[in-house]
């Protein structure tokens, strides 16, 4: 059997041991037979008290998805604890069996059906602050234009007038008290609000772009003079200071896709690197990209490496989750690699994954642009 068996007597010493339990502790029989089993099976030791309560209540106890630490990896067992009676001797069965698999993908299903659920979810609320919001700068911009004094406008000269007063003095106020300040702040405020709606509906909407061929390391190429000039990542950080290795396969197919969309994803990608890189003070922050093609998947593979602080599994499994963020408040929305992540399995069928460890500085993320 695949399960690891383990019989105790009600004294917790080994009575039988099957070739499972061999192989997940090293022992043989005839070395664990009559042992205690704390001493022969360490990590058991916490069961002691639940043999105890299955032999005393004659019931079977059942623990799922019991987290085993295994080298640099944590691993999920199921242990179930069967008592025993025959020819009046008590004792107990210890059946334990490696779930992670299982584990792993109920994780999936869960974060695949709550990003489904979230995006029609994301949706709705998109299209409700949509109304206002186009509202609020319309009207900002409307206000801007009549309190200002660069463009002569027949009905703010006479409305002064009216009112006793100049439009220069008016604007001499507004200046003293801050108001164009006050007025370019909701403005960008509200633009802000914007985009981040506008990444709402991503979660829902067919892309209705056009869908063209291209050459996949050209499109890297051009992304990283973009981030090198982009003014959001200046702001925080020198982008040009940041090396870049290029590892392009020759000869790769051209890809279909939009370019756009792509560009965004690996847009995203440099810019939450470089923020962990620079966040954890790297003296040397670097990027590595790599393309590859997978003939067996007839697909280009995209690779991102940097030498950050790395994640710990707890966040590598909730990067590409909406919402979620590992950033101060009014620093991240939660949104862009979950975007990124809508964008290259939605609208593009490919995959994307993140893999990386805490401390080793080497999480990599591996986005197949789309089917060549």
Excluded at 5 to 17: C, I, N, P, S
């Amino acid at each position: 059997m695949p399960s690891v068996l383990v019989v105790v007597d009600r004294k917790g010493r080994v009575t039988l041991w099957n070739k499972s339990a061999e192989q997940a502790t090293g022992l043989t029989f005839d070395q664990v037979h009559r042992q205690p089993l704390a001493t022969v099976f360490p990590r058991l030791t916490d069961q002691i008290h639940s043999i105890e309560t299955a032999l005393d209540k004659r019931e079977i106890i059942r623990e799922s998805k019991v987290p085993i630490q295994h080298q640099d990896e944590t691993l999920f067992e199921d242990i179930t604890i069967f008592p025993l009676v025959a020819n009046g001797v008590e004792g107990a069965v210890i059946r334990l069996d490696n779930v992670t698999e299982r584990v792993r993908i109920e994780e999936i299903m869960i974060q695949s059906e709550k990003m489904l659920s979230v995006g029609g979810l994301a949706a709705g609320m998109a299209h409700e602050i949509n109304n206002p919001l186009a509202g609020i700068l319309q009207t900002a911009d409307v206000l801007a234009n009549r309190l200002s004094n660069e463009t002569l406008i027949p009905a703010n000269e006479k409305a002064a007038t009216t009112a006793g007063t100049t439009m220069s003095a008016i604007q001499t106020f507004m200046e003293l008290r801050g108001i164009p300040r006050m007025l370019k702040t909701i403005k960008e405020s509200g633009s802000r609000v914007a985009a981040i709606v506008d990444n709402m509906l991503s979660f829902a909407r067919k892309s209705d772009a056009t869908v063209s061929s291209h050459n996949i390391a050209e499109l890297i190429d051009r992304t990283l003079t973009l981030a090198a000039t982009d003014y959001n990542l200046k702001k925080q950080y020198d982008f040009k200071a940041i090396e870049i290795h290029k590892d392009y396969e020759e000869n790769l197919p051209q890809v279909p896709c939009e370019n756009a969309k792509i560009q965004q994803v690996l847009l995203n990608i440099l810019s939450n690197g470089a923020q962990a890189m620079v966040g954890a003070g790297a003296s040397k922050p670097r990027f590595i990209l790599r393309t590859r093609w997978e003939p067996e998947r007839n697909a280009v593979r995209i690779e991102i490496e940097d030498n950050g602080p790395g994640m710990e599994p707890a966040i590598s499994r909730r990067v590409f989750e909406p919402f979620y963020t590992t950033k101060p408040v009014g620093v991240g929305t939660g949104l862009g690699l979950s975007v990124s992540y809508f964008i290259i399995t939605e609208n593009h069928g490919g995959e994307m994954t993140v893999e990386s460890s805490p401390g080793k500085g080497r999480p990599v993320h591996h986005p197949p642009a789309c089917e060549a």
